[in-house]
């Protein structure tokens, strides 16, 4: 995704700035559908299968609802403020500060999104709620009342 974000920005570029481009009519075209394929089989569904690995069985609906949520209202806010992005920054620098945009997202799952290959939902959970903290009996116990 990034480096069809990368040839979008650099074909728009020299189209805005009066380069003959017919030659090469073809590539926004071929970037846009490699896009998609990429998309289809990365950053698309895969932020789904991981919301039910990673997150803990006790919050996983209201969590999942919420990431659900702010997906949708990110995808609405591209939609809606990608003409305006054009007209303020070109067509070249608009798919250069996506193609930022999905390097920032690679970073952050290279070091921040848990390997879960080969874990059980437990072994993952465990591991992303850190160590149990047990109390001893005594520290449970309650005061019995008296009859008085």
Same mark, same amino acid.
């Given at each position: 995704?990034?480096?069809?974000?990368?040839?979008?920005?650099?074909?728009?570029?020299?189209?805005?700035?009066?380069?003959?481009?017919?030659?090469?009519?073809?590539?926004?075209?071929?970037?846009?559908? =490699?896009?998609?394929? /990429?998309?289809? #089989?990365? %950053? *698309?569904? +895969?932020?789904? @299968?991981?919301?039910?690995?990673?997150?803990?069985?006790?919050?996983?609906?209201?969590?999942?609802?919420?990431?659900?949520?702010?997906?949708?209202?990110?995808?609405?806010?591209?939609?809606?403020?990608?003409?305006?992005?054009?007209?303020? =920054?070109?067509?070249? /620098?608009?798919? #250069?500060? %996506? *193609?930022? +945009?999905?390097? @920032?997202?690679?970073?952050?799952?290279?070091?921040?999104?848990?390997?879960?290959?080969?874990?059980?939902?437990?072994?993952?959970?465990?591991?992303?709620?850190?160590?149990?903290?047990?109390?001893?009996?005594?520290?449970?116990?309650?005061?019995?009342?008296?009859?008085?």
């Amino acid at each position: 995704m990034i480096v069809t974000l990368a040839i979008l920005s650099v074909f728009f570029y020299f189209k805005e700035n009066m380069y003959d481009m017919t030659s090469v009519w073809w590539l926004p075209l071929v970037g846009f559908i =490699i896009y998609v394929i /990429g998309f289809s #089989l990365g %950053f *698309g569904p +895969i932020p789904w @299968l991981m919301m039910g690995e990673i997150l803990p069985a006790k919050i996983r609906g209201p969590a999942a609802s919420i990431a659900t949520g702010f997906n949708w209202s990110c995808t609405f806010i591209v939609t809606k403020t990608f003409k305006d992005i054009i007209g303020l =920054i070109g067509t070249s /620098g608009t798919f #250069l500060t %996506f *193609g930022v +945009i999905c390097i @920032l997202g690679l970073v952050f799952v290279i070091f921040v999104v848990p390997e879960t290959r080969g874990r059980s939902l437990e072994e993952i959970e465990r591991r992303l709620t850190g160590p149990v903290r047990r109390m001893s009996a005594i520290a449970n116990m309650k005061p019995v009342p008296t009859g008085c």
